[in-house]
């Protein structure tokens, strides 16, 4: 019989001066449009701790931005792509904002399963930008906790209902078959 392996306690890495160097800011909101959608937006703003020459920009001093860049969803109810509108303000080279229009090609498309693909195959990888497709998913998990969010609060029933028990039943830790959450929402799972 062998000895299990154990793993030797690590002692934790000592603290030491740092010099920050790169910043990402993302910020995401949800809002109820007065029409009854639901606009999504994401803000990405990247910084250096220190001053870069650009051959197409110049110089950007400490804190400047090299890419200051939006990101708006239109959706409804049913997570649905209706409008996608991508502003690029600050970035690297003169030809970047160029990609902006591409993120048109995820009308029609559907937040759920499996949709990241096909959002990263309709935009696509050479004609999009890596910075707004990588808000993607941030955007999609925002999304999904404005509707469902303002839902629970303010729709009696909603939590019950069988498209919210499907939409979220198996997909987390908290959601999984014999946790609090299911046990309150779903006893009869």
């Not at 759920?112 to 195959?121: E, I, M, S, Y």
């Not at 609060?153 to 019950?160: I, P, R």
Request: proline content about 6%.
């Amino acid at each position: 019989m062998s000895e299990p392996i154990s793993k030797p306690m690590s002692e934790p890495i000592p603290a030491s001066p740092r010099t920050p160097l790169h910043r990402r800011n993302i910020d995401v909101q949800g809002y109820l449009r007065e029409d009854g959608l639901w606009e999504i937006e994401g803000v990405l703003e990247d910084t250096k701790g220190y001053d870069i020459e650009l051959f197409d920009r110049g110089r950007i001093e400490v804190g400047g931005f090299l890419h200051r860049m939006r990101l708006t969803l239109i959706i409804n109810d049913q997570l649905q792509i209706l409008d996608a509108r991508a502003t690029m303000y600050h970035t690297p080279y003169q030809d970047c904002p160029g990609a902006a229009q591409q993120y048109q090609a995820l009308v029609g498309l559907h937040i759920g399963k499996g949709w990241l693909a096909d959002a990263r195959k309709a935009v696509g990888r050479l004609s999009g930008c890596t910075h707004l497709t990588e808000m993607l998913p941030v955007l999609a998990t925002a999304a999904m906790q404005t509707i469902r969010g303002y839902h629970l609060s303010h729709t009696a029933g909603y939590s019950n209902g069988s498209e919210e028990r499907k939409a979220v039943l198996n997909t987390c830790y908290g959601f999984r078959p014999g946790g609090r959450a299911q046990i309150h929402l779903w006893p009869e799972e």
